[in-house]
């Protein structure tokens, strides 16, 4: 019920292509949904963020879809560019700020 | 952003010593802070979460007088491995929030790569 499952594992996309990464979840209780990009060796950096009374949050070239009678979300990287190569991890928020996190999805994005 | 820093960035040490790892906040005032356990081509565990002036709590499974976690005051955060293995080596990664930052956004630090040999 903790859990927050994400797909896919990994994700190959050519340069200008669109990244789309999917995430689920199934407790009612998460507040709220960041989005995080990790490069090797480093912590996480947050990307983007959305509350579930909104549908859609647009930052970028990134953008959160949520789909809250679903349990689901999705981050949308337009235009890929090779330096958005990276580990995204999706995360849901609960019980005073704890974090579940997604298990991540390596993203390539070929030149 | 706000910004959270780790020291040291990376440490080698024997088996059954004890590692000390600092977290800190430098522009904001944290009130709580995580710890993560990341192992390679994995997610982040949350370990514990640290509150200022009370004691740490632990997930599930995580041995906590193994994982000591101070939270002396409201811009540092330490974990201490004690009698460390070689399988605690690991991505240890610690984040923050509270007054300053965002209430609900966690801002990690760079996190610290701990080898036992």
């Known amino acids: 019920q903790q859990q927050v499952k994400q797909s896919p594992q990994s994700l190959i996309v050519q340069k200008g292509g669109i990244s789309i990464i999917n995430c689920a979840y199934e407790?009612?209780?998460?507040?709220?949904f960041p989005w995080y990009q990790q490069f090797p060796g480093k912590g996480p950096a947050l990307l983007i963020a959305?509350?579930?009374?909104?549908s859609e949050k647009k930052e970028g070239r990134f953008t959160i879809s949520f789909n809250k009678s679903a349990k689901q979300f999705s981050l949308h990287i337009m235009d890929s560019q090779p330096g958005d190569s990276a580990t995204y991890f999706c995360?849901?928020?609960?019980?005073?700020?704890?974090?579940?996190f997604g298990q991540g999805t390596e993203l390539s994005v070929k030149p | 952003g706000a910004v959270v820093s780790q020291h040291p960035s990376r440490v080698i040490c024997k088996s059954g010593t004890s590692v000390k790892i600092e977290c800190r906040s430098l522009?904001?005032?944290?009130?709580?802070m995580f710890w993560y356990r990341q192992f390679p081509k994995q997610s982040l565990m949350l370990m514990a979460t640290?509150?200022?002036?009370?004691?740490?709590?632990?997930e599930q499974g995580v041995e906590k007088d193994k994982f000591l976690i101070n939270h002396a005051s409201l811009t540092l955060s330490t974990l201490t491995v004690t009698s460390a293995h070689p399988e605690d080596s690991s991505f240890y990664i610690c984040?923050?929030?509270?007054?300053?930052?965002?209430?609900?956004?966690?801002?990690f630090g760079p996190g610290t790569r701990l080898t036992v040999l």
């Open positions: 984040s923050a929030y509270g007054w300053g930052g965002s209430t609900d956004t966690q801002y």
């Open positions: 407790n009612t209780a998460f507040d709220y």
């Open positions: 959305i509350r579930p009374d909104v």
């Open positions: 995360a849901a928020v609960y019980q005073g700020g704890k974090l579940i």
């Open positions: 522009d904001f005032q944290a009130t709580t």
């Open positions: 640290s509150n200022e002036g009370s004691k740490a709590t632990y």
